[in-house]
């Protein structure tokens, strides 16, 4: 039966291959202690998280962000999974594929092929793409679960657009016209036509381009992403795409590009509000949660500026405030002291406003 504390702890099927390229299961993407998805899953899945009737560690994702206010994913599992639904899955994300044309700075090798060989690049070893392909896992989900409940299917990557993964996934979906899709995507890449016609055939496609800033702000965080190719996109496809796309904005927050979220609400607001039949565009935003980026890196003179900018009742603004005293910048110094020269980059340039807060402990 549903989960009642969390609908996706019933209902959720969250499938990776990152450990060693072996298939997984969570109940969510935000979940952090995903379980085999082997002869075993049914049971393992049962008392490990279909039991959970209060916050745990492996939540306490969903938790920060109710906390500060903002939408969990927990939040969202009663918008597509009905009371009293059975076990079958009604909510499926597909994190099986990790090429990208993107290194972004926040993010790192285990989700990004591109950040592969950076790193092995700058390391002077040769990369090594995995031998096991994404097909091998799909077949293993579409051949074990019902997927006749299906009503929404997100995608991840690196770059679902890169690749056909998705496709091959979707093809799968037995009923569609009940189905909404979820890309998390860079921009970058605009949908061909077999894309697109296959797109025509789902109950709705939300299209979530993950922008950290615009202009010089994305340029620095989404390297080597041009933000004039990646919103010339996002207004073509605004245009041309079919009535069913729907358009969200996911905004990592980090511990400098925080400052400038206005500069992002405001091209939005401008220039991408709604879709073509006039939907709003949704703006969410997400943590930057571990690594050199951590917002609890985020000195107290730029919190002071950030509540000093934006109102009390604003997101930014209450994330910031709920945030720990800050943490030392030592590793992120490190990075960029790094990766600037090498990628022809500037932090500098790119926030120039907090230059003068920035102070390596």
Not at 96 to 117: F, M, P, R, Y
Not at 200 to 213: H, N, Q, R
Not at 296 to 309: A, F, Q, S, V
Request: proline share 6%.
């Amino acid at each position: 039966m549903t989960n009642k504390f969390c609908e996706l702890l019933s209902n959720g099927y969250s499938f990776s291959s990152r450990e060693k390229n072996k298939l997984t299961v969570s109940p969510c993407c935000w979940y952090k202690s995903p379980i085999m998805f082997d002869e075993n899953y049914l049971s393992t899945r049962k008392k490990t998280f279909e039991l959970i009737t209060d916050w745990t560690g492996n939540c306490s994702a969903c938790k920060e962000q109710e906390t500060a206010g903002n939408q969990s994913l927990r939040n969202t599992g009663k918008d597509w999974i009905p009371d009293n639904a059975l076990s079958d899955p009604y909510i499926i994300d597909i994190n099986l594929d990790i090429e990208c044309n993107a290194a972004c700075v926040t993010c790192g090798q285990h989700s990004s092929t591109l950040w592969g060989k950076e790193n092995a690049k700058v390391s002077n070893i040769k990369y090594i793409k995995s031998a096991i392909s994404p097909d091998q896992h799909i077949d293993k989900i579409v051949n074990t679960l019902n997927l006749t409940k299906l009503t929404y299917v997100k995608f991840f990557g690196g770059e679902p657009l890169f690749t056909n993964t998705h496709l091959k996934f979707i093809k799968h979906i037995p009923n569609p016209e009940n189905v909404t899709l979820h890309y998390t995507t860079n921009g970058s890449i605009y949908p061909n036509d077999e894309v697109l016609s296959a797109w025509e055939k789902f109950k709705v496609v939300i299209f979530s381009a993950s922008l950290d800033g615009v202009e010089e702000q994305f340029n620095y965080v989404r390297w080597p992403l041009p933000w004039d190719k990646v919103s010339n996109n996002l207004l073509k496809l605004k245009l041309q795409g079919p009535y069913n796309l729907m358009f969200r904005v996911e905004f990592t927050a980090n511990f400098l590009n925080a400052y400038y979220f206005d500069k992002l609400e405001n091209w939005v607001n401008e220039n991408f509000f709604t879709n073509r039949v006039g939907d709003k565009t949704e703006i969410n935003i997400h943590n930057c949660w571990g690594g050199v980026w951590d917002l609890t890196g985020m000195p107290t003179e730029i919190r002071e500026l950030i509540y000093n900018k934006y109102p009390v009742d604003h997101p930014i603004y209450r994330i910031i405030k709920t945030l720990p005293p800050p943490t030392q910048l030592a590793s992120w110094k490190n990075f960029v002291n790094r990766w600037d020269p090498t990628r022809g980059n500037s932090w500098k340039t790119a926030f120039p406003d907090l230059i003068q807060y920035i102070k390596i402990q």
